[in-house]
Structures are given as C-alpha cells and as structure tokens.
C-alpha cells in the first residue's frame, strides 16, 4: 500500500484568504491613518508633513482601488500575494511612523498587525521573513525618523532608554504573536481538518448501514410474494398442456429466481428493516472488526468472562454507525502495531457495558499516550508489517465517534497493568457505555417493532 502523506493545512492556508477581506482591513487603516493625522493637527497642534503623510495614504489608497476594480470581488489569494499586500502595508506604515517620530510614535505598534495576520493566513516561512522585515524596519526608526514637533517649534520626544524599550517590546511581539497565532491558528485547522474527516467517515458508515437495511428490508418484504409467484408458475408448468403457455410460466419462474438474486446482491431506496437497527452487544463488535479479520493477526473474543456479567442477559445496542466506525478504526490500529495476537473483551453489569481492546505490540509510546485523540499525532514506528500507515487521525475520529455515542475512552499500556510478558502488553484501550444509554434498544426484543420505516433522505 503507498504511504499517503497526512495533510497539512498549512499548505492550503493562504488560499483561504479573500482579497475582499484584505482590502476592508487597510481601508479601515486608511481612514485611522487619516484621523489620527486630524486629531494630532487640530488638537494636539503637532507640526507634521502633511504632504507626504497623504502621499503615503494615497498610496494605500490606490494600491485598494486598483484591487476593487482590476479583480474581482470572491477573488481567493495565493501564498506570494498575500504576502506582497502585506510587506506592502509594513512599508507604508514605516514610511509613516518615520515621518512622525518614529518610535516617539506610539502608533508605532500597529507594524505588529501584518505580521498577525501573516501568522495566521501563511506558511512559517513567510512569516518567518514578514517578521525579519517588521523587526528591521522598527530597529531603523529607532535611529533614523523625522522629529516630532508642535507648531511652537517643541520636540516631542521620549527619553532613549523608554525608546530601546519600546523597541525591544516591539520585537518581542513581533516574534512572539508570529509564534503564538501561527501556532493556534495551526491547531485550529488541524482540529477543523479532523472533525471533517470524522463527518466524512460517519456519513459514509450511515450509508453502508442504510444500503444493509434496504437490501435486507427490500429481500424480506419481497421475499413472500416472489415466493408466491414461483410456487404459483411450478404448478403451472406441470398442469399446462400447451408448449407456449409452459415456456412464458417457465419464464415467470425464472424472472422471480432473478428478482431474488438481484435482491441479495444490490438494493435502492427503500425502506430501514427495524430490526437491522439492534443487535447484541458481541454481534454489533464482531461486525466492527470482521473488515480486519484475516490481516494475519489472530483475534480473540472473550465476551462476558467477567462474574458479574455471567448472570446478566447480554445487552441489546443499537447499530449505530459511530460505534462501528470507531470500533472499526480501534481494531485497526491495534492489527497494524500487534505482533501475533489481539483480545476484544466484552463485559456488562447492571449500570455499564464495556469494551476492551488489547494487542501484544509495543504498546503506546510514553511521549504520546497523553496526547491520544489529538489529530494529526506523530507516527510510530512499526518492524516494517504491511498496513495502514500513521495513528492521529484515525484514532481522533475513533475516538471522537465513540464519544458522541456516549462513551468514556481510556488509552494504557497492557505492561502498565500487570499483564504478562508477551501478553497483553501492548496497546489497552478502554471504551465504556453506560446502560441507559441503549435502553430502548434492550427493549426492542421485548417490544414489537412495528411497520418497517422509510429511510430519510
């Protein structure tokens, strides 16, 4: 099987991002840039440059008009265009701040915008070199920067060392929130990325459920009058005495045999068998881990060995396609790091119903184990056993499915719990339901189920 490497939302980051969303954020700064430029002429009475603060709002200006109408407005931008408005926007507010004091500007802060934004919608890398420019630039202002002054001819200025203060602050920013929002950002699509494989592989285990129940529905509620027809053509053909008549009841007969084989291989739209929806406890698991039964790796059922379940009729559940997908994804990953051997064992009392899934592996790494259910968790490696590769994603929606059905998982090593050498020292994961969760299903042996109902679409 190729390996199939996992996907990284970093790499599709940036074209998520709108130029619409661009072009709102640096309005909105063109019109702060102008009442700040207002505000500290008519009430602070601060002698600026007006001309070029406005020759470098017009180019702000431009720079957005010529993106309104050139492009249009769902236009999605790749990694090197964000990056260019960006740098763009660092630039234009150097230029400013420079012609305003410099780091005397306290205004001076908002250069740790872009690379916000960079942090959030780009690669590191390019962060990496948005940042190196904002911390360059903001170290030249510290030194080099037009004086501020009143109309009276007063220089407005802060002494030196709050100044390399105000710098050093600076580029701690800089760097820390490249650091923190790129990070965040990155798990936040990471969690986004998983829950959608999650949906993904619910909705498709509801449709191979759906299309059983159809099959199943659709062969037992035909299954009576094709039977009837059948029945019905065989006397026929004995009785008829005429060739032709014979050969169309033969033909009758051999078209309801037809009806029926098509039945056991395919089905359409039609209706959910009710009693598909509930099975025993071990008959749902068994389903769950048949896809992984002949991968080389003996498993062994061990259900109700427990003594408080030895008395206990065993628990009727619904076949709820998150139990099975997650199940399923469990026993796979315990198939691909075992070496010989898996034990599912099933026990119940009054209050719970449990799951445990042991395989004779190496057990979850030490730097790992807190970690389990995180999407996305680095891979262990295996003595090179064909399978299916990486243990992140698969257990996150395994353990995400089995959690929406009102499970408690536990992740632990069979070595930690006593188990034997060579035994049960592997993998332990613990899935724990309680009783009433299923309770109308323990009902439903007891109960009639009631006309079979139409699947909703």
Not at 27 to 52: K, M, P
Not at 356 to 377: H, L, W
């Amino acid at each position: 099987m190729a390996e199939i490497a996992p996907y990284d939302p970093l790499e599709h980051r940036s074209n998520w991002v709108r130029l619409r969303t661009l072009i709102v954020l640096r309005w909105i700064a063109i019109f702060g840039q102008l009442a700040a430029i207002t505000v500290a002429q008519r009430l602070f009475n601060l002698d600026l440059n007006v001309g070029l603060c406005f020759l470098a709002i017009g180019a702000s200006i431009i720079a957005n008009l010529i993106a309104v109408f050139v492009y249009p407005e769902n236009k999605r931008l790749s990694e090197g265009e964000v990056a260019r408005m960006l740098i763009f926007d660092i630039f234009q507010l150097t230029f400013l701040v420079f012609l305003t004091g410099g780091l005397n500007n306290p205004f001076a802060v908002l250069i740790i915008a872009p690379v916000a934004i960079s942090a959030m919608a780009l690669k590191p890398a390019t962060t990496a070199l948005i940042a190196a420019i904002s911390i360059c630039l903001v170290s030249i202002l510290a030194f080099v920067h037009l004086p501020l002054m009143t109309r009276d001819g007063a220089i407005m200025q802060i002494p030196p060392v709050f100044v390399f203060g105000f710098l050093a602050a600076i580029i701690i920013g800089v760097v820390f929130l490249s650091v923190y929002a790129g990070r965040v950002t990155s798990e936040v699509h990471a969690m986004s990325e998983a829950l959608a494989a999650t949906q993904m592989a619910l909705a498709r285990e509801q449709k191979l459920t759906d299309l059983g129940g159809v099959v199943a529905a659709a062969a037992h509620e035909l299954g009576t009058p094709l039977a009837t027809i059948k029945v019905a053509s065989a006397e026929l053909i004995e009785e008829l005495s005429d060739e032709e008549l014979r050969q169309d009841a033969t033909l009758i007969r051999d078209q309801a045999d037809r009806c029926r084989d098509i039945l056991r291989s395919m089905g359409q739209a039609g209706k959910d068998d009710l009693m598909l929806r509930h099975a025993p406890f071990a008959a749902v698991i068994r389903e769950a881990a048949e896809p992984h039964a002949n991968r080389g790796i003996d498993l062994h059922y061990d259900v109700a060995s427990a003594s408080s379940t030895k008395n206990l009729k065993q628990p009727i559940i619904e076949r709820r396609p998150e139990i099975i997908h997650g199940v399923r994804n469990l026993i796979q990953n315990a198939v691909d790091f075992a070496r010989a051997n898996i034990w599912i064992d099933l026990a119940w009392d009054e209050r719970l119903l449990t799951l445990r899934i042991i395989d004779d592996g190496p057990g979850f790494s030490p730097t790992v184990i807190n970690r389990i259910g995180d999407p996305f968790v680095r891979r262990r490696k295996r003595d090179g056993r064909q399978g299916y590769e990486g243990m992140g994603l698969g257990l996150f929606i395994a353990k995400t499915l089995l959690e929406r059905s009102g499970a408690e998982m536990t992740f632990a090593n069979g070595s930690e719990a006593g188990g034997t050498t060579g035994e049960r020292t592997g993998a332990v994961v613990e899935a724990r339901w309680r009783r009433e969760i299923f309770a109308d299903a323990d009902d439903a042996d007891r109960s009639a189920l009631g006309d079979n109902r139409p699947i909703e679409a």
